[in-house]
């Protein structure tokens, strides 16, 4: 199975400041074939479910304000939070799709400092 | 707009069973392919099963392969998972998702979420 890590655990930023999430997997996930990296990132806040944020590694989902953006490829991705929000206090989740054992990262908890 | 209501869950004692169902609205549901994610109290996601759009295909995790099985009715919108031999360590909430399918055919990202079911497994 492909094994996803995220760093840091948590973090606490500043109002308006950047938030840099950053994950790994145990093998690449980008598909030669159409090059398109496999990998999504999620955002779940307290008693809510998940929500899909970015898809594709750097696509953003509809609805999903620009402030979110979402890099890298192969085996090295990042989320970044351009300027923080008190709405984004949040657990981050990547998840990648390359494998039909689909698997996730730990999570990234971010609070404001 | 795309609802995921999910059912059935509950508190079960160990070895016992129990199916749980999602009813999708909003979409073409036999167009997406669908997964069961779970989420142990306090702790991350964990993805269990996934199903193709037609129902032929499906998969599992190794956690739950041979005790879970994953199926839908697409007649009736509705996606479901049959839960055997539960242990203590299936105790979690019980997401649906969608996910539209992927350039060769297989499930992509997830998509929508519900709202998750709570399975507790304890005596």
């Known amino acids: 199975d492909i094994v996803m890590t995220q760093s840091p655990d948590s973090l606490a930023v500043s109002l308006g400041e950047r938030a840099t999430i950053n994950c790994k997997s145990s093998q690449s996930v980008l598909y030669s074939s159409n090059n398109k990296n496999y990998l999504a990132w999620y955002q779940q806040k307290p008693g809510q479910p998940p929500k899909l944020l970015i898809y594709w590694a750097s696509t953003r989902e509809s609805g999903v304000p620009d402030r979110f953006s979402g890099s890298g490829s192969g085996t090295d991705f990042t989320l970044t939070i351009s300027s923080l929000q008190a709405e984004d206090v949040a657990v981050y989740y990547c998840q990648q799709y390359y494998s039909t054992v689909f698997t996730f990262g730990p999570g990234t908890k971010v609070d404001i400092k | 707009e795309v609802q995921l209501l999910e ?54 995790a190794d956690s739950v392969k041979g005790r879970f099985t994953i199926s839908r009715d697409n007649s009736k919108n509705t ?28 499930p992509g990202h997830f998509d929508y979420w519900g709202q998750g079911t709570l399975v507790t497994v304890s005596s």
Request: charged fraction near 10%; charge should be negative.
């Open chain 2, 7 to 60: 059912s059935g869950g509950g508190l079960v004692q160990p070895g016992g069973s129990l199916r749980l169902s999602c009813a999708a609205s909003g979409f073409t549901f036999s167009s997406y392919a669908m997964s069961w994610v779970r989420q142990a109290p306090g702790k991350g996601l964990e993805w269990v099963s996934a199903i193709s759009g037609s129902g032929g295909s499906t998969y599992y």
């Open chain 2, 79 to 106: 996606l479901y998972l049959q839960m055997n031999s539960l242990r203590a360590e299936d105790t979690a909430v019980y997401y649906c998702a969608n996910q539209p399918i992927g350039d060769y055919g297989d």
